[in-house]
């Protein structure tokens, strides 16, 4: 058995939820980004016109697309491959 079947057992012993509780878990990891986006998208649909929100939206997605990269870098660079 691995270790983490040891750990899941351990915290469904714990908790005494079982298939119950990993609902509840998953629940309350999604429901607070799923209630921002659901929130924001209106606001969003009518920003888009705005040639400034556009141009915050681009450099955003440029920045996270150049911190995702130096992350797989630094993960590549730090496996044995």
């Known amino acids: 058995m691995s270790t983490t079947t040891d750990r899941r057992?351990?915290?469904?012993?714990?908790t005494g939820?079982?298939?119950a509780g990993a609902?509840?878990?998953t629940v309350a990891v999604?429901?607070?980004s799923?209630?921002?986006?659901?929130?924001a998208v209106p606001f969003l649909d009518r920003m888009q016109?705005?040639?400034?929100?556009r141009r915050a939206l681009q450099g955003i997605l440029a920045s996270f697309v150049g911190?995702?990269?130096?992350?797989?870098?630094?993960f590549a660079l730090a496996t044995a491959w």
Request: glycine share 6%.
């Open 49 to 53: 016109g705005s040639e400034a929100v």
């Open 67 to 74: 911190l995702l990269c130096a992350v797989a870098l630094r």
């Open 30 to 32: 999604f429901s607070p």
């Open 17 to 19: 939820l079982g298939l």
């Open 34 to 39: 799923l209630i921002v986006l659901l929130a």
């Open 23 to 25: 609902v509840i878990a």
């Open 9 to 14: 057992d351990f915290v469904a012993t714990i």
